[in-house]
């Protein structure tokens, strides 16, 4: 089957999509959504099969937003049930960073003008591309509508000839990932059951993300199999209340929270390293103590967790990594105390006595089991009638809820001695590590590397083995191993409450992935762009090729 991309028309899709705002979660997303179903509905396959265009709303969602599945079956060997997954999210962040420049936000071409017109306050690297007239800006344009304009465009064009086309491509445009993947997440059973109920064999799935440079002055282009994940370590520290007068009687949990974010923040002892490739080391996300109100007692408690990026370590890896740093780090803070009382004893000429504190670090899940001993099954009752009122909140987001779970079942402990309590906060998403030892990983490697190979120009492509970005990529796989899953399941206070994540169906999926996307810069910032050369004429053929060779 010979398919021609035509740049011309990834173009039009792309700006067609821009000019459509969706900052995520707002009623916009919805708008965007529609724009992809209108578009495959004014296909004469999908005019003959409208039941192969779904809708998948977001479940229990404020905004009333959903995705759109798409699906395209081959006609000409129907007993090839070959299938290859496409995933892009048509959400975007917000447009506060355009100043009197957000009316233009979304109108590509215009934007272009109104930034040249004011050059001269723009950075030395954005005057060079505004310039050259190779790049496109926009808010969305490069993250992500050009890659959903990308995989649009393959369709449409695969459709015009299904007579002459083997197998079959399904085609998820997400709502909500820059937010909480919501979209992606609800997709994810879908996509188990289609494959049941069609008997489609699954081969890889492919997002079409942005992808820029790594650094200042890189050249390189890059194609992404696999994918990083996350984890979102964190710690309740209960330390002892005081008076300021009585300093050395009490704990201050903020130096035990600032001594575990001396020890964790850009460590990079914690990164995770495969086959070269290094994850950005953990940093924080938020610290604070929880006194509600201004006095001179000192604070009870006080909360921290860490982005933490991972390529191998697993949830009951990362949780014992954790263990060590929170021990170590009282131990730390309890032998700092002890010399400066000592100082401050000989200073004032007092008897100096070890102050009583001791290190005690466990797990929520250790918790939980601790006060369930001590209150049997009405812990659970209390606990659930706390949940059904944490939930009838909308103020109280998945990582709040996370909080209110660790902060109460403390508070029903007896003991009340100073501790540090580890659990995970939402949202996780796994890394996907292709190896090539299952046969999906090494025809996903081969179909990539012909691809590369045979795709003329004069860019320098480079193979990645992992997606740097937290995405939805994350999803078409899960952890098998039985201890990884319940060490997520046991110690992320909400899941399967607040926190929904299908990883039983991720399990199902199990799925090698591969990001192949357009290049450009400054994803998040205003001033960013696409560049139209690569994303139009390369990454599309990229796309394309990888496709039919998943196909074959």
């Not at 059973?189 to 799935?205: C, D, G, H, I, S």
């Not at 996780?428 to 590369?452: C, F, S």
Request: hydrophobic share 35%; with cysteine; net charge negative.
């Amino acid at each position: 089957m010979n398919i021609k991309m035509r740049p011309e028309r990834i173009e039009e899709l792309a700006v067609m999509l821009t000019r459509q705002r969706s900052v995520t979660e707002t009623i916009e997303e919805q708008l965007v959504t529609e724009k992809v179903a209108h578009f495959f509905q004014g296909l004469d396959y999908f005019k003959e099969h409208p039941e192969d265009l779904i809708t998948v709303p977001a479940p229990d969602d404020p905004w009333g937003r959903k995705s759109v599945i798409s699906i395209l079956r081959g006609k000409k060997d129907p007993q090839n049930k070959k299938t290859v997954i496409l995933i892009g999210h048509t959400d975007t962040v917000g447009i506060s960073d355009y100043g009197d420049l957000k009316d233009f936000a979304h109108l590509p071409y215009e934007l272009t003008e109104k930034l040249r017109a004011r050059i001269e306050q723009l950075p030395r690297e954005v005057q060079d591309d505004l310039n050259s007239g190779n790049y496109l800006f926009g808010r969305g344009i490069f993250d992500m509508k050009a890659g959903n304009a990308i995989i649009m465009s393959l369709m449409e064009e695969i459709e015009k000839d299904l007579e002459n086309f083997s197998g079959n491509i399904i085609y998820c445009a997400v709502c909500d990932e820059e937010a909480n993947s919501v979209g992606m997440r609800s997709c994810v059973p879908k996509l188990v059951e289609l494959r049941e109920n069609n008997q489609f064999k699954y081969t890889a799935l492919i997002n079409t993300d942005y992808m820029t440079s790594e650094y200042p002055g890189d050249l390189n282009k890059y194609v992404y199999v696999g994918t990083v994940g996350k984890l979102m370590p964190s710690f309740y520290v209960v330390g002892k209340e005081t008076h300021v007068g009585e300093a050395f009687k009490g704990l201050d949990p903020n130096q035990i929270v600032a001594e575990l974010t001396k020890r964790i923040n850009l460590n990079t002892d914690l990164c995770d390293v495969v086959e070269g490739e290094v994850t950005l080391p953990p940093m924080s996300l938020k610290q604070q103590d929880l006194k509600p109100e201004y006095s001179v007692q000192t604070a009870k408690t006080a909360h921290a967790f860490y982005n933490f990026a991972t390529h191998y370590s697993t949830p009951d890896m990362v949780l014992e990594k954790m263990r060590g740093v929170a021990t170590s780090a009282f131990a730390e803070v309890l032998k700092n105390i002890n010399d400066q009382y000592a100082k401050y004893c000989a200073l004032t000429e007092r008897s100096y006595e070890s102050i009583p504190f001791k290190v005690r670090v466990m797990t929520y899940n250790e918790l939980y089991a601790a006060v369930r001993e001590e209150k049997g099954k009405d812990l659970d009752d209390q606990l659930e009638v706390n949940r059904q009122k944490w939930l009838m909140d909308d103020s109280i987001d998945d990582r709040d809820y996370a909080l209110k779970e660790v902060e109460w079942l403390q508070m029903m402990w007896t003991n009340q001695e100073p501790v540090i309590i580890i659990y995970f906060t939402p949202p996780y998403y796994p890394h996907i590590y292709v190896e090539g030892k299952t046969n999906q990983e090494k025809q996903l490697l081969e179909a990539v590397k012909d691809a590369v190979d045979t795709t003329e120009t004069d860019y320098q492509l480079v193979y990645k083995k992992f997606f740097p970005y937290i995405s939805d990529l994350s999803y078409a796989a899960a952890p098998r191993e039985v201890g990884a899953v319940e060490a997520l399941k046991q110690n992320m206070p909400g899941f399967g409450v607040k926190y929904s994540l299908p990883l039983e169906d991720m399990q199902q999926l199990q799925l090698p992935v591969v990001d192949i996307g357009p290049f450009g810069k400054d994803s998040h910032k205003f001033t960013e762009r696409l560049e139209k050369n690569y994303s139009f004429n390369i990454a599309p053929i990229l796309v394309q090729k990888t496709v039919m060779n998943l196909l074959k």
